[in-house]
């Protein structure tokens, strides 16, 4: 069979077998939530709620702000202890709804559709904008959002992204294997929704079991599913639009620029869902892995559990915790405070015991250039970095700073373990400055 | 609840396994073969001449950090790496102390005086060798033959004859480590294995001289296999730090030097061109990576 790649990229130990095997376990839902009010991409909800009001599991507790924003619900039925700031996993405090469950689990009323493919495409984006659907992956870009092609593109292709090429994360594979009627069915709902003609479910080819069980079910749904190379970042939205399609997204621009929307597995199954269901997006899978944890496994878990929960579920640390990770090791995000809680875009809390998670310290670089031949948006890290330290930022923007995707091939690669990345970080956080100050 | 004990840094968390030193030893075990025929082909005087020219480099290194009072780096193995190179291109017969003055120039102006490790335009061993080509010339042309400690004028390069197979095994009177294209080549598959070496530096490179050398009517492999460019094109070309970082950039700088080491070969006064060909287009790499930016993915595509 054929394999479909990309240009760059880098091989990293994958580490899938801590918990490729384990199927999906239903974490308790734990005594207390902290629903984020700000979980997606774009603007915060607005709180529905106050302190003292009781809540039903499924209710919304943050409606959308409108435009690019998403809406939250309670993941739990209780009382609202608060709605204020809470620690969150990017470091920041952000307003939370914070709700003591009351152990009934009674749910809010929810109506669903007993054969979903017959709503109408307007209808499925409402149902999605209402379930507060954000993208799985990672970014969490709010999806009813990302259904709305910009002016003029026409969607050929839905591209369902199984690929899950973080390593030790097999949240992805499992919800492949394990609700694959659903992954399909929220596939066919996405491509009703935004008129994509064709669908096309890409995994990586070190996940035979949903690749053979997606296989089995896409064939008599007109679905094509493609094997992917096993390489990091193969899940990238543009890495997996050139290695599938072989197309480019223009730069600074939008998959559907060049035809194709791509949406994560776990989205699909979100949207699946919500649309049979009305179930909001409550509860999603995650992968709890490393060598710093007792029971690595894959969980159902509420939205809004806060990490010290899960940890303490998966049989609690392995000696002395190196690093714990909202996410996988390539782009997640290293925590401080484990009361913050799991939210929709997080697919994996990933503890390195203190032997694994080292720190370095940089070397002088020695041009050895492979950061360049990694970097699968074609950039020079190594030249950006110089100018960032230099603070020649006219120079980065130049080479391309604000075309990095920031997974991180370049920092991981680097035998002089520099931190490329950060570097690039910075140039982009000072450009994108420069531009909003040159515009106001 | 903050946890004191967690470490924070930005992603990504892992890294690959590889170093800087590790490339540099890389580089010392791929010179292994190349010392060995050396030593084999002319004895003690190999083993005198590169152990005094590492020595000298990583002293040189240590000295140098030390007087400006800067942390000693030595451990990283380029100094090492340079030290080896450089003797592995000396005559046989040339004296302890010119070896030992080599390495302290290819060091010091050569590396340290650019700001050390990555920091260097030029070639550092290169630089310590022509150097010590212009101060001790006779010195430096002085060609012994192998197993013998007979003087001989003629390399295959200045007048001498030679077959092919003495080429390929490197029975022929040179340099130290340039003589066995076998041993080179030995080094350059284990340097190639290991991704340290690119493989477009010498591909363009040789390829440019062997069709520079047909173009001109010379003896292509007799032109491949005589004099430095096997060693350079394989071990000095393709040092990181003084060659371009792009994948085009690469192919220009091979070419680049197979074009020079042609036109000093065939028209200069020299009879070989490897060490200028090299420190030539050295100078030219910032400019190469300039001018062979790659095209960043997403940009002059048209939008459907």
Redesign the interface.
Same mark, same amino acid.
């Given at each position: 069979m054929k394999v479909k790649s990309f240009k760059g990229g *880098?091989h %990293?130990?994958y580490n899938k077998h801590i918990t490729g095997a384990k199927p999906i376990k239903v974490l308790p839902a734990p005594n207390l939530v902290v629903i984020p009010l700000s979980q997606h991409a774009g603007a915060p909800a607005e709180p529905l709620v106050k302190k003292g009001d009781s809540v039903l599991v499924g209710q919304e507790v943050g409606r959308s702000a409108g435009g690019i924003s998403a809406a939250v619900h309670a993941s739990v039925s209780g009382t609202v202890l608060q709605v204020e700031p809470r620690p969150s996993i990017n470091g920041r405090e952000v307003l939370s709804v914070v709700i003591e469950n009351d152990g009934q689990d009674a749910k809010a009323p929810m109506t669903g559709h007993h054969d979903p493919i017959q709503l109408s495409s307007a209808e499925i984006r409402e149902r999605i904008e209402a379930a507060g659907i954000v993208g799985l992956g990672g970014a969490a870009f709010p999806t009813a959002a990302k259904l709305n092609p910009p002016q003029g +593109?026409?969607v050929?292709y839905l591209l369902i992204n199984g690929s899950e090429c973080e390593?030790y994360l097999t949240a992805d594979q499992k919800l492949m294997e394990e609700y694959t009627e659903d992954v399909i069915l929220g596939a066919k709902l996405l491509a009703k929704a935004c008129g994509a003609e064709k669908i096309i479910i890409a995994i990586e080819a070190n996940k035979p079991e949903a690749l053979r069980k997606m296989r089995a079910l896409a064939g008599s749904n007109a679905i094509e599913v493609v094997t992917l190379g096993v390489k990091y970042p193969a899940g990238g939205e543009?890495q997996l639009i050139?290695a599938v399609l072989d197309?480019? *997204? %223009?730069?600074?621009?939008l998959p559907a620029? +060049?035809?194709v929307l791509v949406h994560n597995v776990g989205t699909a199954w979100a949207v699946a869902k919500a649309c049979r269901y009305g179930q909001p997006l409550i509860e999603r899978v995650i992968t709890v892995t490393g060598d710093g944890v007792k029971e690595p496994a894959n969980y159902l878990v509420r939205i809004g559990t806060p990490i010290?929960d899960i940890i303490a579920a998966a049989g609690g640390f392995v000696g002395?915790?190196?690093?714990?990770?909202a996410g996988g %090791?390539?782009?997640?995000? $290293?925590?401080?405070?484990? #009361?913050a809680p799991i939210v929709k875009g997080v697919s994996g809390i990933?503890v390195?015991s #203190?032997k *694994? $998670?080292k720190?370095?310290d940089p070397?002088? +670089?020695?041009? +050895? $250039?492979r950061c *360049? #031949?990694v970097c %699968?948006? @074609?950039?020079?890290p190594?030249?950006i970095e110089k100018f960032a330290m230099n603070a020649m930022w006219d120079e980065a923007e130049d @080479?391309?700073a604000m #075309?990095c995707i920031?997974c991180?091939c370049c920092?991981?690669?680097?035998?002089?373990?520099r931190?490329l990345?950060?570097w690039i970080?910075l140039a982009k956080t000072e450009i994108a400055e420069a531009h909003r100050r040159q515009t106001s | 609840m903050e946890d004191s004990r967690l470490i924070l840094s930005p992603s990504p968390h892992v890294r690959d396994e590889d170093t800087t030193q590790k490339i540099m030893l890389t580089v010392a075990a791929a010179l292994v073969p190349v010392w060995a025929a050396a030593t084999y082909f002319f004895g003690l005087d190999s083993i005198r001449l590169v152990l005094f020219s590492m020595a000298a480099a990583v002293c040189s290194e240590a000295l140098f950090q030390a007087v400006r009072r800067k942390p000693i780096t030595v451990w990283d193995g380029s100094a090492l790496v340079t030290g080896m190179l450089l003797g592995l291109s000396l005559p046989p017969s040339l004296p302890t102390w010119m070896a030992v003055f080599g390495s302290f120039i290819a060091i010091v102006i050569g590396k340290q005086v650019f700001g050390g490790l990555g920091a260097n335009p030029f070639n550092p061993a290169l630089v310590g060798r022509a150097v010590l080509v212009a101060s001790f010339t006779s010195q430096m042309t002085t060609w012994t033959m192998p197993f013998t400690d007979a003087v001989t004028s003629a390399t295959p390069l200045a007048g001498g004859q030679a077959s092919y197979a003495e080429l390929f095994f490197g029975t022929v009177p040179g340099s130290l480590g340039e003589t066995s294209a076998l041993a080179i080549l030995l080094g350059g598959v284990l340097l190639f294995y290991r991704g340290v070496l690119d493989y477009r530096i010498p591909v363009g490179f040789l390829g440019t001289a062997a069709v520079l050398s047909a173009v001109f009517g010379q003896d292509v492999i007799y032109q491949l296999l005589s004099g430095s460019l096997l060693f350079g094109a394989i071990f000095m070309a393709t040092d990181m730090v003084t060659s371009p970082i792009t994948p085009v950039g690469r192919w220009v700088f091979g070419v680049g030097c197979g074009l020079i080491l042609v036109l000093i070969r065939f028209w200069g006064s020299l009879p070989e061109g490897l060490t200028y060909s090299i420190l030539l287009m050295n100078a030219f790499t910032p400019l190469i990576n300039r001018w062979t930016r790659p095209r960043i993915y997403g940009q002059g595509v048209k939008q459907a």
């Open positions: *880098v %990293p130990e +593109c026409r050929e390593p543009k050139k197309r480019e *997204v %223009p730069s600074h621009g620029q +060049c035809g010290k002395e915790p190196g690093k714990v990770i %090791p390539m782009m997640g995000l $290293a925590q401080f405070n484990l #009361d990933l390195l #203190d *694994v $998670a720190e370095f070397m002088p +670089c020695i041009k +050895c $250039a *360049v #031949d %699968p948006v @074609y950039l020079m190594v030249t @080479y391309g #075309d920031e991180g920092t991981y690669i680097c035998p002089s373990k931190g990345l950060t970080r | -």
